[in-house]
């Protein structure tokens, strides 16, 4: 139980959906259900099954970490932010607002690189 309320508070995904995150950073393009579970797969035993996939990827376009996309009859998901570290900063400016933007602001004038990556991510996920 205290695990999930670290989750909610942090942001961090659950590890099924860091796996799914990391094969959709290292494809560097969208991947279909069937793709993202096939690349899963092969180091899995037992397999994982499609719709438990399928919900993962539904859960983190959902969450606004992933972008859903139409293709013909199917869909395929592509990241939204570049890394870990982006889905924390998106969890926290969506559950602190501008408090949390403000907050960023002031650390990041001390330390150019910070700010140069904050300027970043927020235009990813502007």
Request: aromatic share 4%.
């Amino acid at each position: 139980m205290a695990k999930e309320t670290r989750r909610e508070v942090t942001g961090a995904l659950g590890p099924l959906e860091t796996e799914v995150m990391q094969v959709l950073w290292k494809a560097r393009r969208p991947l279909a259900v069937r793709d993202v579970l096939d690349r899963l797969n092969r180091r899995r035993n037992p397999a994982l099954a499609y719709t438990t996939v399928m919900t993962v990827l539904a859960r983190l376009a959902e969450k606004q970490v992933l972008q859903r996309i139409k293709e013909g009859r199917g869909y395929v998901y592509e990241p939204l932010v570049t890394d870990q570290a982006g889905i924390a900063v998106q969890s926290v400016i969506r559950d602190y607002g501008e408090n949390a933007v403000a907050h960023f602001v002031e650390q990041a004038r001390a330390d150019p690189k910070l700010l140069a990556r904050l300027q970043r991510l927020m235009s990813q996920n502007g």
